[in-house]
């Protein structure tokens, strides 16, 4: 009877929200255009749950943890070698609290904004030694059993010889849907939802700020995998949703475009606040990171700043990109027609000061760029950027008021919010190895 009662209070609904580079900086700058520029008096959803707490990142081989590590602590509940994903330093394999909370009945959903078999959703399911071998990790994604899988599209693809992942989730009877209009297709009990267009396989589903029409959102994704999980497992269930892009933002050092992901990130964390608010009693959420990108700080003056935000049309991708495509045309295109570019999509020199010494730079690095077709590249982790996209958005983020101090990983910790049943267990100084513990613990 003991047990049984134990269980009864357990928590029933369970989300573990994770913003992936999404450290203190990007918080709060988020938390500041929100209030300042959009004017809101009601603070991000994260900031509104009643028990914060910080988490350590570090990794077993590093103090700056990668995503493999992180996802697995986060996970697992221990701490691995960076690159790895579900092991121990050993190779011995460990189980996520996913996992577990599955042998316990609860439905299970892992879910991004960018690949699935990313690191970070990885981790919840996949057991690796490299974090790149993709088609084990997809293999080991469609054995699962997991309700729903969401994210772009698939990094895997079949080794020489080898047969198309894809077989691998039919003979699982994993159905594959994919974009917006695929959500209303759903049928199965277990379902991978993409991106969109399985040609383009894209690592993320394109930038907020890019506004890119018909691309399926986090938000989206959520509220898809909730009804996926309310259909197939109404009882209890666990949600894993990551706002993957916030890295991927980060990283570019792109301030505008972290800014902005951070808050399609909350919007999506609204909609498990919203479940909770019904279910106050059998619900439990945790907000937090995998670790810190970029080492984001906000300037002085930066909340009259950050209104230039607004200006930004284009993420640091997109604009390198179309950089790119300038390029490979060939075309004339001179340092006139790029102002005006500028001037639309980033509003420099329209509302957004630029000096003149900004200009005779950035005019250099124009002509070294498309004219001598000599550029010294930024190099990140997930691209390498044209030294006059760089300056460019050197200038702007200034102008925002927001600072970087590295394109990688900090060794800062990240912050933690949560709300609902057996909140407290979170409170304080965690490690991310106590995330996972914390969960368990509440279900026992």
């Not at 670790?291 to 009259?304: R, S």
């Not at 930024?378 to 983020?397: D, P, R, S």
Request: with cysteine.
């Amino acid at each position: 009877m003991a047990a049984t009662a134990a269980y009864a209070d357990a928590p029933k609904y369970i989300f573990l929200y994770i913003g992936d580079g999404m450290g203190m900086g990007p918080v709060t700058a988020a938390q500041t255009y929100n209030r300042s520029v959009l004017g809101n008096d009601t603070p991000l959803t994260m900031m509104q749950m009643p028990v914060v707490g910080w988490c350590q990142t570090y990794s077993a081989s590093s103090p700056v943890t990668d995503s493999a590590a992180a996802g697995t602590a986060l996970s697992t509940g221990h701490k691995t070698t960076n690159g790895m994903l579900g092991m121990s330093p050993d190779s011995t394999w460990v189980y996520s609290v996913a996992r577990t909370l599955k042998e316990k009945g609860y439905g299970i959903g892992v879910a991004t904004s960018v690949a699935p078999d990313d690191a970070t959703p990885a981790a919840f399911y996949a057991h690796v030694p490299a974090r790149k071998m993709y088609y084990d990790i997809d293999r080991q994604m469609a054995e699962a059993d997991y309700q729903f899988i969401a994210g772009a599209d698939l990094c895997g693809t079949a080794p020489e010889g080898g047969r198309n992942v894809e077989e691998y989730f039919a003979e699982n009877n994993v159905q594959i849907v994919r974009g917006p209009e695929g959500i209303a297709d759903i049928k199965a009990e277990k379902v991978l939802l993409l991106g969109g267009d399985k040609n383009l396989h894209n690592c993320n589903i394109s930038y907020t700020i890019d506004s890119v029409a018909g691309a399926i959102t986090l938000p989206e994704i959520t509220e898809a995998c909730l009804r996926q999980l309310e259909r197939t497992s109404p009882e209890r269930f666990f949600m894993m949703i990551e706002g993957g892009n916030i890295d991927h933002a980060l990283h570019a050092n792109d301030g505008g475009a972290a800014v902005k992901e951070v808050l399609n990130f909350d919007s999506a964390l609204k909609i498990a606040f919203d479940f909770y608010k019904a279910h106050p009693e059998e619900t439990l959420i945790i907000v937090t990171a995998d670790h810190d990108t970029g080492g984001m700080a906000m300037l002085q003056g930066t909340g009259k700043g950050l209104a230039n935000i607004d200006y930004q049309k284009v993420s640091k991708e997109a604009f390198n990109n179309y950089c790119k495509g300038i390029l490979a045309s060939r075309m004339v295109y001179k340092w006139q027609d790029m102002k005006e570019y500028l001037e639309e999509n980033l509003g420099l020199f329209s509302h957004i000061k630029v000096s003149a010494e900004q200009e005779a730079k950035l005019e250099k690095l124009f002509n070294d760029t498309f004219e001598m077709r000599n550029s010294a590249d930024q190099k990140t982790l997930y691209a390498t950027f044209n030294g006059f996209a760089a300056e460019v958005f050197k200038i702007f983020n200034n102008a925002a008021g927001l600072a970087f101090n590295t394109t990688g990983h900090s060794g800062n910790p990240v912050p933690v919010f949560v709300a609902g049943e057996d909140a407290n267990l979170f409170k304080g100084f965690n490690n991310n190895i106590d995330i996972p513990a914390g969960i368990l613990k509440a279900v026992e």
